[in-house]
């Protein structure tokens, strides 16, 4: 037995594999059609043997493999699936530096370099909770909506999702995505650097059509959304935007919500700072004035150079980052001539992405990539180039633009108007220096 | 500021014409439930032709009353409406002075966020001195890499409203026993963080003595209650949110960085910059991560956790899974084995009646017999 095939029967040890006495134990109650079918399999080692003899080919190819020679596991095991034992480095990672002493108050960032297409695996989503992530009974759980309304009311989750409901794909992204790296990078690494954020497909009732029935007093200018978990975090939300797109959401990637991602429930609110998209929540209250809640006072401000702190900053702004290549994903297995895609992730809260430029030369310089699948509104879009590798060393940025107007500012635009201290909405070009041997690290353009 | 808001909003009333973006999709730059702008300066997807955007709409469906859910009672909604808004409404009643906010903080906050809340670890420190003197700094930026001198962003300095720390502090602290706090402690609380930032009230520093209560809570005033843009307080609080979104291409830029195109066909795409690039490498880089980059994550052991594992977890873990206030950290031998040498009877002794910073049984109301079961898992794991 190979090598690698050694470490597959590790990794298998919970599966049942059949002995071959089990095989003929089994075989001798089978019909005769079975047994002359079973029989075929002792001859092909033998094949395979003389195959292995005259051939110097792969031995992934000319020797059998144990996953063709014995049974797999069968349907009755894993209910519930898991990825596969090989994939068990896919996984979101923390770092205490953005932690508080007890995980509790703390953020576990997505592996975008590992992801595939625009939706983030449910158990991949980025993680982020202000006081740690209860399971919460949702038939113990209750929605309030009171305030400046005609009719406050309380909503079981059975009540909650007899509502006709909506399926959108947006990403959810914390407004500090980058934001460690104002003042310079620190993460070598894209998991780190731009891994605050994830993008599912969520289901759940617009709150504009809970609203309709309970009567928005005119009033009513602003909306509190406050969770049930041990933080009770609450943020304040402009009602033009929860009369626009805001969802209740109960449902992720077509299961319930994952208890990280709020369930029972949690607020969507598209396109806007993560923060905002308030998990398990229990309480929507209508007011006149803003509410100044905790986490949109100390936290979630941008302290500009002018010494003034922007609040209520809600877009993610227009933002991009090449996946591939990547400091986890790097070049060092091309050779020169190599021909390679290279391929990103674009995102805008303001819009839909419009187009993504790429650079070689750290953005003095710009071709226009192609986007490729969907392409849809506050949702992550992915772009393509194809590129002919020269083995020279590159400064690869990208740049991406939206419906609404915007565009990336370069890294000096965005510190001359704002400064370095903000923390957070930082949007400037992402660039990614390729050395000779095709290493990828993490730098940014000052010119 | 106005008259260029009106430029941007006669340019885009055209778009929002045109209403038809590069993709296909209906936009427009105005919500078609009161005409106004877009809040935050984006477009909106109005249904049209049974479609927002690329999705399909069963527009019935969204005009269908359902009333579901039943009216809430006044005494539920009571209940959880226990929140405080910067002027002052939804205050409870109570009191509280700054030497019993004093003994309360010793007792329950101190632990965490270090004496006279100048902080410990990762977690916050609630005061930097004397707010009035910090608040000076938040003009401060380090724009080179020697630079240490950033602004202090506390309470004291950048909150702008003592409501927040009120709310806040009721319904989140301690962070491991939120909401155990009555309303006079949390007043007492919020009187002593005045207190460790030097706040004054009516013109007096707060000393001692002073009491917070509901009635006198809105004469207080912090430092950087008018540091925030927009301003978002009374009337005119959500146009200007919306003014300061849709602001001309450069109060845009100026407001939060934003960078608007005419013309995106005009964008640069040759020379966009003079001479080589200047690059900035990562100079300290952080790459403490777990599980490290390409690892997969240790396996978790599959035995059920001890009494003692779990009670640790809920109640000691705050500060022993860190070294945070010299608690010797859960699996550091070396800090342990200082612990254990003068043997396991004088470690559990320590444990129920306090060492340094560790309050009597680490502030909780367990038993003996737990505590023991607490103290012996703590040390098995640090073995």
């Known amino acids: ?447 | 500021m106005f008259k260029s808001y009106r430029k941007i909003i006669s340019t885009a009333a055209i778009a929002a014409l045109c209403a038809t973006a590069a993709m296909g999709y209906e936009t427009s730059r105005k919500y078609d439930f009161n005409h106004k702008y877009v809040i935050d300066g984006g477009v909106t997807y109005p249904v049209k032709h049974g479609k927002t955007a690329a999705y399909y709409v069963n527009e019935k469906a969204h005009k269908t009353h359902f009333n579901l859910g039943r009216k809430a009672k006044k005494c539920e909604i009571d209940a959880w409406n226990v929140d405080v808004m910067y002027y002052g409404e939804g205050l409870p009643e109570g009191k509280g002075s700054v030497e019993e906010g004093e003994e309360i903080y010793e007792a329950k906050c101190q632990q965490c966020h270090g004496d006279f809340g100048s902080g410990s670890g990762l977690y916050p420190h609630l005061t930097a001195g004397n707010a009035y003197e910090e608040h000076e700094t938040l003009k401060n930026q380090r724009w080179n890499p020697g630079d240490d001198e950033g602004p202090h962003r506390t309470f004291g300095s950048y909150w702008p409203y003592a409501s927040t720390a009120f709310w806040y502090i009721k319904t989140g602290m301690p962070h491991q026993a939120p909401m155990s706090l009555t309303n006079d402690e949390v007043y007492a609380l919020v009187a002593y963080l005045l207190s460790i930032n030097e706040i004054k009230v009516d013109g007096q520093e707060v000393d001692d003595d002073f009491v917070l209560s509901k009635e006198n809570f809105t004469k207080v005033h912090l430092p950087n209650e008018n540091g925030f843009v927009p301003d978002i307080r009374g009337k005119n609080g959500l146009e200007n949110v919306r003014k300061f979104w849709n602001a001309d291409p450069k109060t845009l830029r100026e407001n939060f960085g934003g960078k608007k195109l005419k013309d995106p066909k005009k964008r640069c795409m040759k020379g966009c910059f003079k001479g080589e690039p200047k690059v900035q490498r990562i100079a300290h880089a952080i790459a403490n991560f777990n599980p490290p980059l390409g690892k997969a994550p240790k396996q978790e052991a599959s035995a059920q956790p001890s009494e003692g594992q779990k009670l640790y977890k809920d109640h000691c873990a705050v500060c022993h899974a860190t070294d945070s206030m010299g608690a010797p950290k859960v699996g550091d031998k070396a800090a342990w084995a200082a612990v254990t040498k003068k043997g396991m009877d004088k470690v559990l002794h320590n444990a129920i009646h306090g060492i340094n910073g560790m309050p009597p049984k680490g502030g909780t109301n367990l038993p003996d017999d737990k505590i023991k079961e607490i103290v012996e898992y703590m040390v098995n794991a640090s073995k």
């Open chain 1, 1 to 447: 037995m190979s090598k690698r095939s050694e470490e597959l029967d590790a990794t298998r040890a919970d599966v049942h594999t059949p002995s071959r006495r089990d095989f003929f134990k089994k075989t001798a109650t089978l019909t005769a059609g079975a047994v002359a079918a079973a029989s075929v399999v002792a001859p092909v080692a033998l094949s395979a043997d003389e195959k292995k003899a005259k051939c110097d080919g792969d031995e992934k190819i000319v020797n059998l493999n144990p996953w063709e020679t014995k049974w797999g596991y069968p349907v009755s095991e894993k209910l519930y699936g898991q990825p596969s034992p090989f994939e068990r480095h896919v996984v979101r990672r923390t770092t205490p530096i953005l932690s508080s002493g007890n995980y509790r108050a703390s953020i576990a960032v997505a592996p975008i370099q590992d992801l595939h297409g625009i939706i983030t695996p449910n158990g991949l989503f980025f993680n982020r909770h202000h006081g740690g992530t209860p399971d919460i009974d949702p038939k113990q759980h209750r929605l309030m909506i009171h305030g400046l309304v005609e009719k406050p009311i309380v909503l079981t989750m059975d009540e909650l999702k007899r509502y006709p409901s909506v399926s959108r794909i947006h990403f959810v992204e914390c407004p500090a995505n980058g934001g460690p790296e104002w003042r310079g990078p620190q993460f070598n690494s894209i998991q780190f650097a731009k891994g605050f954020m994830s993008c599912a497909e969520w289901t759940g009732v617009y709150l504009k059509d809970i609203l309709k029935d309970i009567g928005l007093k005119p009033e009513a200018k602003w909306m509190l959304a406050e969770g049930g978990d041990s933080s009770h975090m609450g943020r304040t939300i402009p009602v033009d935007k929860v009369l626009d797109d805001v969802i209740i959401a109960w449902g992720q990637n077509g299961e319930a919500l994952r208890p990280e991602q709020g369930y029972p429930i949690r607020l969507l609110v598209p396109g806007w700072e993560a923060n905002l998209c308030v998990k398990w929540l229990r309480r929507l209250e209508f007011a006149k004035e803003p509410f100044y809640a905790k986490e949109e006072t100390s936290r979630y401000t941008a302290l500009r150079k002018d010494g003034k702190a922007i609040q209520h900053f809600y877009v993610n702004e227009v933002n991009s980052v090449i996946t591939n290549p990547c400091p986890e994903k790097p070049w060092t297995d091309l050779k020169k001539g190599d021909i390679v895609e290279i391929e990103g992730l674009a995102w805008s809260g303001h819009g839909t992405i419009t187009g993504v430029d790429i650079s070689f030369d750290g953005g003095k310089n710009w071709v226009e990539a192609s986007l490729k699948g969907l392409v849809l509104p506050k949702a992550w879009t992915r772009f393509s180039y194809i590129y002919k590798y020269e083995g020279k060393p590159l400064l690869l940025s990208s740049r991406a633009r939206d419906d609404a107007g915007f565009i990336q500012p370069t890294v000096m635009e965005e510190r001359k108007a704002v400064g370095v201290e903000g923390v957070y909405h930082r949007n400037g070009i992402h660039t990614w220096e390729v050395n000779e041997k095709g290493e990828v690290s993490n730098v940014q353009v000052l010119s």
